[in-house]
């Protein structure tokens, strides 16, 4: 029985390496010119490259329509706690990109935020609520690669995978006076 199971074992990692295989080319067969740019350099690209890339990237940015920012702070909250959202088995669109917590610690209580990027706590506070602070920070969720070349943030709003409004939303959480986020 125990040679049954460890032959179950290697038959379903021999599955798995496939599959992981097969994800790999199809994502290296869709990557786009910045994508290959940076897998090309290691996440490290020359200056000439890292300009050009956070020049193209910054024509895919859309500024909301009506001019406003922030959104409403206990929405974007839920955007940032969200479990799903970016990942190949959930289907990506408007309303499941979220979990900003996977990467960042945004309240100071939480024990089980992400370190992958910076802390984002008292995001607002800590700009002193700055309008061109919020610009941004809408620039930089939108499309990361605009303002860091070969940023390991996904290109939230580029990508389609956050809204327009899930965006000022997510802007209203770390900004709004009134989010916890911004609690000294």
């Given at each position: 029985?125990?040679?049954?199971?460890?032959?179950?074992?290697?038959?379903?990692?021999?599955?798995?390496?496939?599959?992981?295989?097969?994800?790999g080319?199809?994502?290296?067969?869709?990557?786009?010119?910045?994508?290959?740019?940076?897998?090309?350099?290691?996440?490290?690209?020359?200056?000439?490259?890292?300009?050009?890339?956070?020049?193209?990237?910054?024509?895919?940015?859309a500024?909301?329509?009506?001019g406003?920012?922030?959104?409403?702070?206990?929405?974007?909250?839920?955007?940032?706690?969200?479990?799903?959202?970016?990942?190949?088995?959930v289907?990506?669109?408007?309303?499941?990109?979220?979990g900003?917590?996977?990467?960042?610690?945004?309240?100071?209580?939480?024990?089980?935020?992400?370190?992958?990027?910076?802390?984002?706590?008292?995001?607002?506070l800590?700009?002193?609520?700055?309008?061109?602070?919020?610009?941004?920070?809408?620039a930089?969720?939108?499309?990361?690669?605009?303002?860091?070349?070969?940023?390991?943030?996904p290109?939230?709003?580029?990508?389609?995978?956050?809204?327009?409004?899930?965006?000022?939303?997510?802007?209203?959480?770390?900004?709004?006076?009134?989010?916890?986020?911004?609690?000294?």
């Amino acid at each position: 029985m125990a040679g049954l199971r460890s032959g179950v074992a290697v038959a379903g990692l021999r599955v798995f390496s496939v599959l992981v295989l097969a994800i790999g080319l199809v994502t290296a067969a869709a990557a786009d010119e910045t994508q290959s740019i940076c897998a090309a350099r290691g996440g490290v690209p020359n200056a000439m490259e890292a300009e050009a890339i956070m020049a193209r990237e910054a024509r895919t940015i859309a500024l909301p329509v009506d001019g406003a920012f922030l959104g409403d702070w206990r929405r974007g909250e839920a955007i940032a706690r969200g479990a799903l959202g970016n990942r190949y088995a959930v289907p990506i669109g408007p309303g499941l990109g979220e979990g900003c917590y996977a990467c960042h610690r945004i309240d100071r209580a939480e024990s089980k935020a992400g370190t992958l990027g910076p802390s984002i706590s008292r995001y607002g506070l800590l700009r002193d609520f700055d309008a061109e602070e919020v610009r941004a920070a809408y620039a930089k969720i939108f499309n990361p690669q605009a303002t860091k070349a070969c940023s390991t943030m996904p290109r939230f709003g580029a990508e389609r995978i956050l809204s327009e409004q899930d965006i000022k939303d997510v802007l209203g959480y770390l900004f709004d006076p009134a989010s916890p986020v911004n609690k000294p």
